[in-house]
């Protein structure tokens, strides 16, 4: 079985923190996703990588850096934490050329 | 561009009822479909996918969905609804990468 975990399930940071947020998959997947998830909108695709250190925006970049130093691991990095920054985060990773995903139990994160 | 619509953000039916949950989409190519669930405090779970093999896709937890080209629709369908159904429930287009709609919780009554 595909497993993708994230480091928190759970996260509480105050307005202006660095805040990193981690993914790890198991499976050898060369694609990996962060979405991010509020009621009404579905999810949106905040950055993608295809490969280590390749990383491509998503639809809603801004705030938001990654980083992809080893192929199991992608990571979400927010500079400066706004409270419009709280939410659901969801990890996503794939194949190469396969469309099915595979997500994470997500991180809630709440920006005070 | 491609969409994805979901007609009902929250669809309430009774246990053993029927379930339908509606998707239309958009694409100027043909595309790979996929219906996802989420359930409370989890990730989600793909429940199926539609890849131009056949139009009516059956998925796990006794889901199915039909591929109706001329409507652009996908709709997701479940004979008896059970409680553990209870989830929200995400519609999904692929051209390259995942566009989902706004999501559609079922709540199941007893």
């Known amino acids: 079985d595909v497993k993708v975990t994230q480091s928190s399930r759970y996260l509480v940071k105050r307005t202006g923190e660095k805040v990193f947020l981690e993914c790890v998959q198991d499976?050898?997947?060369?694609?990996m996703f962060w979405y991010r998830q509020d009621p009404g909108l579905g999810l949106r695709l905040i950055y993608f990588s295809y490969d280590v250190k390749m990383k491509e925006k998503g639809d809603i970049p801004e705030g938001y850096s990654v980083s992809r130093e080893k192929k199991e691991r992608f990571s979400l990095i927010l500079e400066s934490a706004s409270t419009n920054q709280t939410s659901m985060y969801l990890c996503?990773?794939?194949?190469?050329?396969?469309?099915?995903?595979?997500f994470g139990p997500g991180t809630r994160l709440t920006v005070l | 561009a491609q969409s994805v619509t979901q007609l009902g953000s929250h669809v309430s039916v009774s246990e053993g009822a029927l379930v339908l949950l509606r998707c239309n989409y958009s694409s100027s190519v043909p595309p790979y479909l996929f219906w996802y669930v989420q359930y409370p405090n989890q990730g989600l779970q793909l429940l199926l996918k539609?890849?131009?093999?056949?139009?009516l896709v059956k998925g796990i937890n006794g889901f199915e969905a039909e591929f109706k080209k001329s409507e652009t629709s996908f709709h997701l369908t479940k004979p008896s609804a059970h409680m553990s159904d209870a989830a929200e429930y995400f519609c999904a287009v692929s051209t390259g990468k995942l566009i989902f709609g706004q999501g559609t919780t079922l709540q199941v009554k007893p």
């Open positions: 996503a990773s794939s194949s190469l050329y396969a469309d099915t995903q595979y």
């Open positions: 539609y890849t131009s093999a056949a139009t």
């Open positions: 499976m050898d997947h060369e694609n």
